[in-house]
């Protein structure tokens, strides 16, 4: 960057710097946002050494050119192969803060929950939370990703290309027939998805309609009598013979038909990572909802 502009003339070089003459693609650092905790935090020089505690982060690192940074990640991070034989540190709950510290990260990215901000803080740590919940974030938080490692880019096209694939299944979906009426449970307690949640999201677009209201949030619990009374013809997430010992739900539309299907363990990871395999999770999710398009 310096040698391009030292050929630019001198009275010039106010002009050639407001329209970054030399400096596309370049991050410029120190680099000063705000996270998704609510924290300024300052990037101080372009990360070398990383240190990912979200499966969905270290893809889209990884995705964006920058895998070879990373110095350590989650417990669950296992995607793309090159990360499993990384240094694991725990996980969001169960950190290993004397192993990051030991790792020397000069950038840790975290989620907002788990309260990790603290105590890598206190050790002198460089800690970003980057957390996307809603579809829109999935490219936003991508895009940020990639402005702080350098990879603007790279990161711009991994957005482009992920838009493309989703609106290929989108194409497929969206004269569907019929739009059934359906349950997610991603969690037995049971935990399910908002509409505006990007699984939620996802679920539109993969030709269905969503039984929870966008009042009840993201990824609320709910009254197992509330799914009874919505009714729904398709149930994912779950396997008949769990829906069946419920009480009441032996009367719900899915039930009776047959249509509750537990989700792939494959597909089950990918749904529950917004990255840059949001375009499988949503083709492996249509043809759940739509296995007569896919033959």
């Known amino acids: 960057m310096h040698k391009r502009l030292s ?15 030399g400096t596309a693609g370049a991050a410029p650092y120190p680099l000063t946002l705000t996270d998704d905790l609510g924290r300024r935090v300052t990037v101080r020089a372009e990360p070398k050494r990383i240190v990912s505690l979200l499966p969905s982060t270290t893809e889209t690192l990884c995705a964006v050119g920058a895998c070879d940074r990373l110095v350590g990640v989650d417990t669950f991070s296992d995607f793309p192969q090159a990360v499993t034989r990384l240094p694991k540190v725990g996980g969001l709950y169960d950190p290993d803060i004397e192993k990051i510290v030991a790792l020397r990260p000069d950038l840790v ?24 919940e809603t579809y829109d974030e999935v490219f936003s938080k991508t895009l940020l990703l990639g402005r702080i490692v ?83 013809a398709l149930m994912l997430g779950l396997d008949l013979k769990t829906a069946r010992s ?9 039930v009776k038909t047959g ?15 917004p990255g840059p395999r949001l375009p499988q999770a949503l083709r492996g999710l249509a043809r759940l909802v739509h296995p007569e398009l896919f033959r």
């Open 246 to 254: 419920r009480p009441g739900w032996n009367s719900i539309q899915a």
């Open 259 to 273: 249509r509750v299907l537990d989700i792939p363990r494959d597909l089950n990871l990918i749904l529950g990572r």
């Open 109 to 132: 990215l975290v989620s907002k929950y788990g309260k990790l901000e603290g105590p890598l803080t206190q050790a002198g740590v460089t800690v970003l939370a980057v957390n996307p």
């Open 7 to 21: 050929l630019i003339p001198l009275a010039l070089l106010p002009l050639a710097l407001a329209l970054g003459a």
């Open 150 to 232: 350098n990879r603007e880019a790279q990161a711009k096209t991994l957005v482009l290309n992920m838009k493309k694939d989703i609106a290929r299944v989108e194409i497929l979906t969206k004269n569907a027939v019929r739009k059934p009426l359906t349950y997610v449970e991603v969690d037995p307690a049971p935990y399910s998805v908002g509409p505006n949640s990007f699984m939620g999201v996802l679920l539109s677009k993969a030709g269905a309609r969503n039984i929870i209201p966008a009042s009840l949030g993201d990824f609320p619990k709910v009254d197992p009598e509330f799914v009874v009374k919505a009714n729904p």
